[in-house]
């Protein structure tokens, strides 16, 4: 979100947050792929609001939902009567806890707001014709069932040879190899800005990306997700 944001703070010449959504919610609300035709409901119940209102829905439960798991984790190391090496187990899950959601906050970027990078600021023409936004999403998938048996066979590999990584390891190397898909970003981002908005960049920016983010994906969603 923050790289679209950036570049539309800066092309609207104001520094507050506002512009983001105001280029989102001004546009379109299904953007915010909330499975809402609001178009529809504005027809039928006018006065409906229900983008802003489902955007302050989801305000609220990203508050909610942290301090729901740190109750749970307070309650465990203070009250539920472990042991001292239960609560260095559960303090290593905690981090790995915080890593993975660190990690998934920001490969959710890419069908929401680097999704509307692709559709503002990148140059989707192919031979004079125009490659439909979400169809960049499907690199993802391109690079996961490509690449996942690469991944697979250099566990194994690891394995057979004593080197096998840590699943502390896999979640550094996932949220590494995520930081630099999001640094060729910011590359792209300011190719944008020095262009004032008027030079749209090579989907080659994104789909690096998010084969770096792909990469962090097949490291940490193995071991994550379990």
């Not at 299904?30 to 529809?40: K, M, Y």
């Not at 006018?46 to 983008?51: I, S």
């Not at 009250?79 to 998934?104: H, N, P, Q, Y």
């Amino acid at each position: 979100m923050e790289v679209y944001n950036h570049v539309c703070r800066w092309l609207n010449g104001k520094g507050d947050g506002g512009v983001y959504w105001t280029t989102l919610m001004g546009r379109n609300p299904q953007t915010l792929g909330l499975g809402v035709d609001d178009a529809h409901i504005r027809a039928e119940h006018p006065g409906w609001n229900g983008g802003w209102v489902m955007v302050a829905v989801a305000e609220r439960m990203s508050l909610i939902m942290p301090t729901m798991g740190l109750a749970y984790f307070a309650y465990l190391f203070l009250f539920a009567g472990l042991t001292g090496d239960e609560k260095k187990r559960m303090a290593v899950i905690l981090v790995l806890c915080l890593a993975s959601i660190v990690f998934w906050a920001a490969f959710e970027q890419a069908p929401t707001s680097l999704n509307l990078f692709a559709r503002d600021f990148t140059d989707r023409n192919v031979f004079g014709w125009e490659m439909p936004t979400l169809w960049l999403q499907s690199a993802n998938s391109f690079f996961v069932i490509t690449l996942a048996p690469v991944f697979g066979a250099l566990w194994v590999g690891l394995a057979r040879r004593g080197m096998e990584l840590s699943s502390t390891a896999k979640f550094a190397l996932a949220l590494v190899s995520t930081a630099v898909g999001f640094l060729v970003m910011v590359q792209a981002s300011n190719r944008v800005i020095d262009g004032n908005g008027a030079v749209k960049i090579s989907m080659w920016w994104l789909t690096v990306s998010y084969l770096f983010q792909t990469v962090g994906e097949l490291a940490l969603s193995p071991v994550g997700l379990s």
